[in-house]
């Protein structure tokens, strides 16, 4: 226990010690926060399925859906001082009867090999103490911890599925109607992502305005509207997105000509 200790950042005196984390959801969530954490140096029990009981720990985690966490959270009752959810909607009033926490990394989880570093990292905590074991967590992790208030969670958690639930939506829908078009040789994934990434990057470096390009922020009307004709005949389920976006993209090019 004492080389594991060394292996965490020491507590500040308002701090409290947590090495012994259960962590209850085997999903990928769980997955894969049990196996980060372990390699933060963290005594980990689990990812714990439904019945499974936690050990007694400083803290619980609990990795499942979100109508599920008030049960999962009464059935570790007595467990730990510590219980902390990693929904990114779900206020800390779901947990009862502890001192509740809640860790929602800013990341996209595929599988138990997901890695942390550098991603943000939602906070919050119903006692300082709860908060400060959240913030110790998250930096552990590797993570850049920011708080939210419940009132905030709402819209921070949409802005999360826009970033990327909606992204990879969008993509889908290009690839589908990229494919519809019948050009040899073209494998849409291996082509557009390349330009996605790009996409991507530009926006984080330099901002929208400036990520911008293409038919819409240089006033090119007839291409667009070669395009929506092209989405009404191939992929006309597509075509109220479609304008959607275009309104939305000319009203981001006009705040770039600002």
């Not at 954490?37 to 619980?60: D, F, I, K």
């Not at 990229?178 to 330099?206: C, K, Y």
Request: proline share 7%.
């Amino acid at each position: 226990m004492r080389e594991l200790e060394r292996t965490i950042t020491p507590p500040s005196p308002l701090m409290p010690r947590v090495t012994g984390v259960s962590v209850v959801g085997a999903g990928r969530v769980g997955g894969a926060l049990a196996r980060a954490l372990t390699a933060a140096g963290y005594s980990v029990r689990g990812p714990l399925r439904r019945g499974e009981a936690p050990m007694a720990a400083h803290a619980v985690l609990l990795c499942v859906p979100d109508d599920e966490i008030p049960t999962a959270a009464a059935a570790v009752a007595g467990s730990a001082r510590f219980v902390g959810h990693t929904s990114g909607a779900t206020p800390l009033a779901a947990i009862e009867g502890v001192e509740a926490f809640s860790l929602h990394p800013l990341q996209t989880v595929t599988g138990p090999n997901t890695r942390f570093e550098g991603s943000g990292c939602a906070i919050a905590g119903s006692t300082p103490q709860a908060l400060d074991v959240a913030r110790r967590l998250a930096l552990d992790l590797g993570m850049r911890p920011f708080e939210v208030r419940d009132e905030q969670r709402a819209a921070y958690h949409a802005a999360a599925s826009i970033a990327s639930n909606f992204l990879v939506t969008l993509e889908a829908d290009a690839e589908r109607l990229a494919t519809s078009a019948g050009i040899h040789g073209f494998d849409a994934r291996t082509m557009l992502g390349p330009l996605v990434r790009t996409t991507v990057e530009n926006w984080i470096e330099q901002g929208p305005e400036r990520a911008l390009t293409g038919p819409i922020s240089r006033g090119d009307h007839a291409t667009v509207a070669a395009q929506r004709q092209a989405v009404q005949k191939r992929c006309p389920e597509l075509e109220p997105m479609f304008d959607a976006l275009v309104e939305r993209t000319e009203a981001l090019a006009g705040r770039s000509a600002a």
